[in-house]
């Protein structure tokens, strides 16, 4: 059964600079069968994944870890946060965690 502390995967929050592209993956720990990878990225509720996953990429699965396509954080999007939801089939459930996301300014001192 969800509960609201574990909805977040373990990594969440992270920090990501104005401008930056990260692959992120997720372990799906203990899971037998990873599958139909998928993922969204939101601000401020908005989905804005078409802009800020790379569709040149896929979102792959290796045993029980899911790579999701590069996220990149956008010029001007410092100060802001996104959340990922990660979606997968994991052992025949459709399972979602989400990653928080904060930008920072590139020329920001903290």
């Known amino acids: 059964m969800q509960n609201e502390d574990n909805i977040w995967l373990i990594e969440s929050p992270i920090v990501m600079v104005e401008g930056e592209e990260i692959a992120f993956s997720v372990d799906w720990q203990g899971a037998a069968n990873v ?4 993922a969204q990225a939101y ?3 908005v989905d804005i994944t078409a802009e800020v996953m790379s569709a040149g990429d896929q979102h792959l699965v290796n ?3 899911q790579t999701l ?3 990149q954080a956008r010029a001007g999007d410092g100060g802001s946060r996104y959340v990922l939801v990660v979606e997968a089939e994991v052992d025949g459930n459709l399972e979602r965690r989400k990653l928080l996301v904060h930008i920072a300014r590139a020329g920001a001192e903290h």
């Open 43 to 45: 601000k401020n509720g």
């Open 63 to 65: 045993g029980s870890v």
């Open 69 to 71: 396509r590069r996220l």
């Open 35 to 38: 599958s139909s990878p998928a």
